[in-house]
């Protein structure tokens, strides 16, 4: 079996000459250029239909370009074989595609296996990538798609695309789908991996909070142009056009710390995320896979207890709820902004809950912190 | 006695080699047609047209272009049953959620690793309710390819027929009914045990 060779150890630049691509009527990508720099994340941000994907995919040549040319560290990806370019370039497309026959090992595995890899190397990457997205390998490594969450679905997308070390990473709305607390946790942990694996990533969402907490720059696309390409500040600071002073706008009115409060910025809480302290560990497994959450409050008579994060629940097999809670801390919907955070800085919290009677709400640090950059 | 395990022999054999037989074209078949627009919309009418034609047209229509006996008998069989087995395999290999497709190339698999990893898999319960269907088909075509001098069970049904002989129309017909059921619940097993659940 031919064992492909490493395109490149490392990405200098990416770079995106003129690159036009029609579908018949449609200029669904116009004459972009952009340069992506080595180990940075970059953000291509903009309205449904905008081209985002299509400019995506020219790159590891899923869609193949009528007009201008892609260099890779200087080579045309046009000269490479794209089987072989694919394989040396993550791609995490929009819908997560895992496939359904296959194991969580099978799927993240597949490549090295036709790559000609041994089932022990096999067993050992997987395991290794697993913990990397915060999956216990035990409990994880043998499951079905259909048997885990679209959280959990997603963290394996993300696996199976640096199973063979790209250096450099396609990421298309990979947390598009999710619930918007899981949203922000995925998030906070997709930002830990990307320091520690320190890859070259083009990062597609037309969520401009995610934008701004995830990239190191940011391109934003309008009708198959690219409108604008900079430093998160810079677009504050001198958007191009009045498009994309809308599109910053909605970050602009957070600037005044001193007038917001806890409520102006929490994310509520509905019913799904609350648990009872008397339940079984299991059961809130079970529970909390099924509504595709990970996160959760727990009551006891009305009272809150505390929250619980699935990853703990996973840790340790223990019937008995209680010994996972969390004590969190409490505001009030009218506490100041600027009193939470320090606050929480203080105690070095990630986490807190809004209280009006009962939990209405729950205050993030870092969605605060990114929310008034 | 012995003539009777003699003829349910040769209604198997003449059933099953056709079954085998037309599985071995009708699946590579579809695999081409797969990449070759042209071939699998001509092959997608014909199959459409075969599903109205009476089996008993069929084996008629042998006769004259090959004779009678066991080849011209089996190879109606096939004739009857190789279309609506391309065309469940077709179908299966082709109608794909196309996400998958997209993350297979997008992981870097090739075109034939796709297949089989990917599109095979995914197709395997049309493929069987394809195979079950023929083989359903098969072991009545077989019946009637007595009339062309065949052998098998259908032969004691037809003479039982014409003699009134009734006892020797069951003798044929009970084996046949017998067979059907089997065949019914071994493709049955088969199914459950080799298609993944999704
Ligand atoms: N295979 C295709 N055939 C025809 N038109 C296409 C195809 N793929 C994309 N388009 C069109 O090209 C334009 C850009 O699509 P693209 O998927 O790149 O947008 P997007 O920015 O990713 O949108 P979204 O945020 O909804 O995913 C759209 O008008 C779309 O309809
Ligand atoms: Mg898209």
Redesign the interface.
């Known amino acids: 079996m031919a064992i ?1 060779k490493k395109l490149f150890n490392k990405i200098d630049c990416v770079k995106i000459e003129n690159v036009t691509k029609k579908y018949g009527h449609i200029t669904a990508v116009n004459q972009i250029s952009l340069e992506v720099c080595g180990g940075e994340l970059l953000i291509l941000l903009g309205p449904s239909g905008c081209g985002k994907t299509t400019l995506l995919r020219t790159i ?1 040549r ?1 869609v193949e370009f009528d007009e201008g040319r892609i260099l890779i560290n200087g080579k045309d990806n046009r000269d490479f074989d794209p ?6 370039i993550g ?1 995490v ?1 929009q ?8 194991t969580v090992r099978e799927n993240i595995g ?2 090295p296996k ?1 790559e000609g890899w041994s089932d022990a190397q096999i067993t050992q990457k997987v395991k290794e990538l697993l913990e990397i997205v915060s999956l216990p390998p035990e409990k994880f490594i043998n499951r079905r798609p ?1 048997e885990l969450s679209g959280g959990q679905q997603q963290r394996i ?1 993300l696996a ?2 640096m199973v ?1 070390d790209p250096s450099l990473l396609l990421m298309d709305e990979p947390f598009g789908a999710l619930d918007p607390i899981l949203r922000k946790q995925l998030q906070e942990e997709f930002i830990k991996i990307k320091e520690k694996l320190n890859r070259t990533i083009i990062f597609v969402t037309h969520d401009i909070e995610e934008a701004f907490r995830l990239g190191d720059r940011i391109a934003i696309l309008k009708e198959g142009k690219l409108i604008q390409l900079a430093k998160k500040n810079e677009l504050l600071v001198n958007p191009a056009d009045d498009f994309i002073a809308d599109i910053v706008d909605s970050k602009k009115k957070f600037k005044h710390l001193e007038d917001l409060t806890t409520s102006d910025i929490m994310i509520p809480l509905d019913k799904k995320y609350f648990f009872e302290s008397d339940s079984s560990t299991d059961l809130v497994i079970e529970s909390m896979v099924r509504k595709d959450i990970e996160l959760g409050i727990v009551m006891q008579k009305g009272k809150l207890l505390g929250y619980i994060k699935l990853q703990d629940l996973y840790q340790k097999s223990d019937k008995n709820l209680k010994h996972f809670i969390k004590q969190s801390m409490v505001f009030e919907p009218l506490d100041s902004i600027a009193l939470a955070l320090s606050m929480m800085k203080e105690k070095n919290e990630f986490i807190a809950v809004v209280v009006e009677e009962k939990p209405i709400g729950i205050l993030l640090t870092n969605e605060i912190l990114s929310r008034l950059i | 006695m012995s003539t009777l395990f003699k003829a349910v022999g040769e209604h198997l054999f003449l059933a099953y080699s056709a079954l085998f037989v037309a599985i071995v074209i009708a699946i590579p078949l579809a695999v081409i047609s797969l990449y070759n627009r042209y071939l699998a919309s001509i092959l997608l009418i014909l199959a459409n047209l075969a599903q109205a034609i009476p089996s008993f047209a069929v084996v008629a229509i042998v006769v004259p272009l090959l004779g009678i006996g066991f080849k011209p008998a089996i190879f109606a069989i096939i004739l009857r049953i190789i279309l609506p087995l391309f065309k469940n395999t077709y179908t299966g290999l082709k109608n794909i959620d196309h996400n998958y497709i997209d993350s297979a190339q997008g992981i870097g698999l090739n075109e034939r690793e796709i297949l089989f990893y990917v599109r095979f898999p995914n197709a395997y319960p049309a493929i069987f309710a394809g195979v079950k269907f023929a083989a359903v088909i098969a072991n009545s075509v077989a019946i009637i390819t007595s009339l062309i001098g065949a052998g098998g069970l259908g032969e004691f049904i037809y003479e039982g027929l014409t003699n009134l002989n009734m006892s020797k129309v069951l003798k044929g017909a009970i084996p046949a009914i017998i067979i059907a059921v089997l065949l019914d619940i071994g493709f049955t097993f088969i199914e459950n045990k080799f298609t993944p659940e999704k």
Do not use: C, D, E, W
Request: glycine residues 8%.
């Open positions: 492909s590891n899923l089987v072989i370019l694919r394989k040396n791609y497309i819908q997560i595609g895992l496939f359904p026959h296959m597949l490549v036709m259909k997308g199976r695309a063979m």
